[in-house]
Structures are given as structure tokens and as C-alpha cells.
Nanobody
Framework: QLQLVESGGGLVQPGGSLRLSCIVSGFSFDDYAIYWFRQAPGKEREGVSCITSGDDFTHYVLSVKDRFTISRGNAKNTVYLQMSSLKPEDTAVYYC???????????????????WGQGTQVTVSS
């Protein structure tokens, strides 16, 4: 059974940092790109970052570029999202997602995701 389990969300002040973790099981990392999406209240789910299979190509959307960093853990079954210089507009439920592909192209289309985690709440507020 394929599973993605997120953790690490919480309440943080503007300018602060958080690290989200996504532990994956039940499939080979080599066949999947791992994404982070987020969804704020009343808004559509949007892609944030992805790391592709094989050569670990990474990509970030413009709103988080230079503030967020996606990476794989040494055990290769964990993907992290290090978030720094957080802003109130980063407040959302953050989801880890997996899409089966061998491409280095990050496609932030929720309908093309194969598996989702349950989400973790990130709140940026003073």
C-alpha cells in the first residue's frame, strides 16, 4: 500500500522557519516525482515545489523561490521542505504528493497526481 505521511506543520511568526517532512512507503522513489502542494482557505490547491526521480532535479514556483528548499533524506524514503522567511500568505495546508514519471518536467496539475498525503497545517501569524 503506497502511503505518504506529512509532518512538521505548526504556527510560526512571520520571518520564521519550518521544516516539513514527507515519509513515503510502498513504492520506489526511482519511479516517482515528489511534489509539495498547498491549499489556503477558499483557494485552489497550488503547486509549490517538486523533486524528480533519478537525478533529483528540483523546481520551485516563483512565490517561494529562494525561500523554500526541497530535498531527499539520506534514507531516500523521506522528502523535506525547508521553509524560511515565512510570510502570512504562506498559510495553508501543505500536501505531499507523488506522480509517476521519469521526466524532469515538474507539472503542477493536481489532477495528474497519483497519490496524496493527508496534509499538514502551516500557519504564519504574529
Amino acid at each position: 500500500q503506497l502511503q505518504l505521511v506529512e509532518s512538521g506543520g505548526g504556527l510560526v511568526q512571520p520571518g520564521g522557519s519550518l521544516r516539513l517532512s514527507c515519509i513515503v512507503s510502498g513504492f520506489s522513489f526511482d519511479d516517482y516525482a515528489i511534489y509539495w502542494f498547498r491549499q489556503a482557505p477558499g483557494k485552489e490547491r497550488e503547486g509549490v515545489s517538486c523533486i524528480t526521480s533519478g537525478d533529483d532535479f528540483t523546481h520551485y514556483v516563483l512565490s517561494v523561490k529562494d525561500r523554500f528548499t526541497i530535498s531527499r533524506g539520506n534514507a531516500k524514503n523521506t522528502v523535506y521542505l525547508q521553509m524560511s522567511s515565512l510570510k502570512p500568505e504562506d498559510t495553508a495546508v501543505y500536501y505531499c504528493a507523488a506522480r509517476k514519471t521519469l521526466s524532469n518536467l515538474c507539472i503542477y496539475d493536481p489532477t495528474r497526481v497519483d497519490f496524496w498525503g493527508q496534509g499538514t497545517q502551516v500557519t504564519v501569524s504574529s
